[in-house]
């Protein structure tokens, strides 16, 4: 068995028995919870990615959902004489492409209808209602046809934080083709002229009862997807169950980070996702790019500031980047300005007192902003402004990338902080982790087997022996080292030439098993906190 798998069997084994173990928290009420099962598959589990064809450059799609009830209680599926307790299915498409990623389009709404509750193995069992419910456990497929835009509604009549919506009455306007489906211009999914893009579809359910349970955070998977052609866009991956799009640009690149953003509203908590990447194109400039994705804000974003602390520093190539209005929707397509300011460069739409229906970032929406700077990435705080009135108009984003001083490189040291607590033994040492250079790892104890682990969050969970976790097992997994030479043991791991790790940590901590001279059957060390400098 190489290290690679044994190591990974170690984290997915004995770490995941640890979180097991570390939660203790009482019963909770049984509550109802959607998520998208599959996408852009058919209750065959066919891809079903329906193209209806093109009108005036922009073609137009829909695709398949499949939704399971992952919760403890029956989920809402009315739907007759007006009953607005149904779910409301929202797809959208997107493209990375040359280190960006960007939302291409978007449907009208599909509203649920007559759940069948099916059974699919990693959902059930599922326990069968009426169809006015769906089960416990139970799936329920609307193929690509039937998911078909042109009889939807618009997300506008939704309250996408609370989770209800209205019945408007109001159907998209348009071209037959294309009108209320999801259209994407032919020049962006063209493979000819994007030849080394990679395409993604998502799929998100918003409904009330899940979101009164406080599950509305779950609803949205991703999938890539393969564009043999414009008319023939086949599956090309597995769904990505219960996270939104923006992971997918992670997925491509490591490198870029998330930050999730809990926001208080008048309806309760919605969520946004901000991600970013900073790449040094040559040895004196640096290329920034951010993407905001509100899941459910109905405040929906207005504004995005990037602070820039060096006024000498030279910004060029700004960009932004959304996704049009089609079919009816009354809102502004005009594209967001980037403003240099004294200490900052901002993007921003109108308010909604001067314009309701301005370019805002609305729900089941991602949009890009972007630049050129001559200063090298520092951790700093950027901010985002709400569009409608709320109890809370802005939010601050700490640990995000932004221009430095320019001219100046990383300015921090490599460094390790030891952590240590209950019954952890304290044999576990690491050097500095450096730009391109080695982090060398020793561990003794008297054990068989061994390894490090890294994620980006520390933690501190007790367990019932008296050791603790001292990393979150939650958070992103960044890398391990499986030791070798026990009880002596030794481990590295190679840190990158990239200043995008600049000041980054990951919060590390050792895991013993199978010991040779008595012992619990597995040790957990100190923690040793890795932040990468010069």
């Known amino acids: 068995m190489d290290c690679e798998v044994m190591t990974k069997r170690i984290g997915t084994g004995v770490f995941a028995a640890l979180a097991l173990w570390a939660a203790s928290a009482p019963a909770q009420a049984q509550t109802p ?23 005036g450059g922009i073609a137009a799609y829909n695709i398949a959902t499949q939704s399971c009830n992952s919760g403890d209680a029956v989920l809402n599926w009315f739907d007759s004489g007006g009953d607005t307790r149904h779910p409301v299915i929202s797809q959208n498409m997107f493209r990375y492409a040359d280190g960006r990623f960007e939302q291409l389009g978007y449907s009208w709404l599909k509203h649920g209808f007559c759940a069948v509750n099916e059974f699919e193995t990693l959902c059930g069992p599922c326990n069968s209602t009426n169809c006015d419910t769906l089960g416990v456990g139970c799936a329920d497929t609307y193929w690509a046809s039937l998911n078909d835009g042109r009889g939807g509604r618009s997300k506008r009549f939704v309250s996408p934080t609370l989770g209800s919506h209205v019945e408007s009455g109001i159907t998209p306007t348009g071209n037959n083709t294309i009108r209320g489906r999801l259209q994407v211009a032919v020049a962006d999914i063209d493979p000819a002229l994007n030849p080394d893009a990679e395409y993604f579809i998502e799929g998100h359910y918003v409904t009330l009862d899940d979101h009164a349970a406080g599950n509305a955070r779950n609803n949205a998977t991703w999938r890539r997807v393969n564009v043999v052609a414009v008319n023939n866009v086949d599956g090309g991956g597995p769904s990505q169950r219960e996270e939104p799009a923006i992971y997918a640009w992670q997925d491509q690149d490591p490198g870029v980070v998330i930050n999730v953003i ?82 900052d460069l901002s993007w921003a739409t109108e308010d909604f007192g001067t314009n309701p229906d301005a370019n805002a970032i609305r729900w089941a929406t991602l949009y890009n902003f972007g630049f050129d700077a001559n200063a090298p990435p520092v951790s700093g705080t950027v901010s985002m402004g709400f569009f409608k009135a709320g109890p809370v108009m802005s939010e601050d984003i700490p640990g995000v990338l932004v221009p430095g001083d320019a001219g100046q490189g990383c300015t921090v040291n490599g460094s390790v902080a030891s952590r240590n607590a209950g019954s952890n033994l304290n044999t576990y040492t690491a050097t500095a982790p450096t730009f391109g250079g080695t982090v060398n790892i020793v561990v003794t104890g008297s054990y068989q087997f061994g390894a490090v682990f890294a994620y980006n969050t520390p933690a501190s969970i007790p367990l019932g022996n008296g050791q603790v976790v001292l990393t979150d097992l939650t958070s992103n997994f960044m890398f391990s080292s499986f030791l070798t030479g026990l009880p002596f043991g030794t481990g590295s791991v190679n840190v990158p030439n990239d200043l995008n790790l600049c000041d980054r940590t990951a919060y590390t901590q050792a895991i013993l098993t199978n010991p040779t001279a008595g012992g619990p059957p597995f040790q957990l060390t100190n923690a040793q906190d890795l932040t990468v400098g010069n």
């Open 262 to 343: 809990a926001h208080t509203e008048n309806d309760g908590t919605s969520w946004l996702y901000l991600g970013h990447r900073v790449t040094q194109i040559n040895a004196t400039t640096w290329r920034y790019e951010y993407a905001i994705q509100n899941l459910n804000s109905d405040q929906s974003v207005s504004s995005f500031t990037v602070p820039v602390q060096d006024a000498s520093t030279f910004i060029g190539n700004v960009g932004f980047h959304d996704v049009d209005a089609h079919s009816g929707d009354p809102w502004s397509t005009v594209d967001w300005v980037g403003t240099r300011g004294p200490v």
């Open 33 to 55: 919870d959607v998520i998208v099962y599959d996408i852009g598959v058919d209750g065959g589990n066919s891809n079903d990615i329906r193209y209806w064809g093109q009108v």
